[in-house]
């Protein structure tokens, strides 16, 4: 078999979908960023910006075989502001599909084209289940470094119940929980820039309206400045009918009175009114706060992920 590599187009898009879906299911060939089904990973491939504001198909590559069919592909979603990269695979075929001796050689190939377009940024990131050996191996080879791996935690599916969980205050200092609103900005800007330096969201961006995400606060009653928040969640509607815990943060001051718990249980319950299948996050496996905390609201644990980067470090 000669493997062709070439930009991908936008009638790639649906194979180039099928395949990662069954890539999903396969620990080797799993990739962090993208959704299970071929529907939303489709959907979250075609809402890809390239660089300088471009389609997804500027910062795409497939890899086909003698048939002309998407055997490999490889997208950088690219982030002008930051000067990084998260990529979203290279995503392989089966061994059927694409021969175990063709496979190291298609992904560099893949991540070689790619270079005319992600050379000149110097931050890289790729996140993988930590059972990969192929994809590690890939990673060490283009001088990606393993950082801490972080626990994959789902809650069983959520019972639509069609009203709001309705948080109520348990602390005379706090208040309850509700919508982020331009007077809590400045806080929460602070809390997450303290408590998720170097993230791929910074505190500002948090902030501005996205599609699709919310945040949630609870006020520091006790504050004598307006809009201090005692803590915050961020939490994103995903393209599968998801919800996803996305940030999670309270004032270090405020730790273990339960305020964090208080604003998990209610993003799930309001997730779960507004029809969310199950909620899902990610969480450093060292985190044993946050790792406790989630477990007592139901979170179990589904995987370990290995986020591998080049040019930065999270520390
Ligand atoms: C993780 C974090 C949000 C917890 O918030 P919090 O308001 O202090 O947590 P709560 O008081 O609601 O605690 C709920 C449960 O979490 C666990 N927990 C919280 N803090 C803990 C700690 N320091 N050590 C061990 N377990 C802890 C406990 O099981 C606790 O329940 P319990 O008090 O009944 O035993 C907070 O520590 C924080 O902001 N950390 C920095 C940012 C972060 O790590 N975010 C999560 C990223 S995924």
Known sequence: MTVVIRRARVADLD????LAADAQADPDR??????????AIAADVAGVIGPNGGDWTDASWVALDDARNVIAWLVAEVDDDMDRVWWWGPIVADEQRLPPVLRDGTMDQLFAAANDVTGRYDEHELA??????????????????????????????????GQQHGDRATDEHQGGVVALAPHHHASVVALHDSAFPGTHTTGEKLVEDAPGRSVLVIDDAAASTTGAVAGYVAVERQSDGSLYIDYLAVANHLRGRGIGRRLVSEAVARGAAEGATHAHLTVRV????????????????????????RGFSVP
Not at 15 to 18: D, F, I, K, L, S
Not at 286 to 309: D, H, K, Q, T, W
């Open 15 to 18: 194979q180039m979908a099928t």
């Open 30 to 39: 799993f990739c962090a960023y993208l959704a299970a089904d071929a529907g």
């Open 286 to 309: 060292g985190n044993v706060a946050a790792r406790r905390l989630y477990a007592s609201v139901g979170f179990v644990e589904e995987s370990i992920l290995l986020p591998l980067r």
């Open 128 to 161: 993988i289940d930590d059972r990969s050996t192929m994809l590690r191996s890939f990673a060490s080879r283009h001088g990606f470094v393993a950082e801490e791996a972080s626990a994959m935690l789902r809650t069983p599916p959520l019972a639509a119940t």
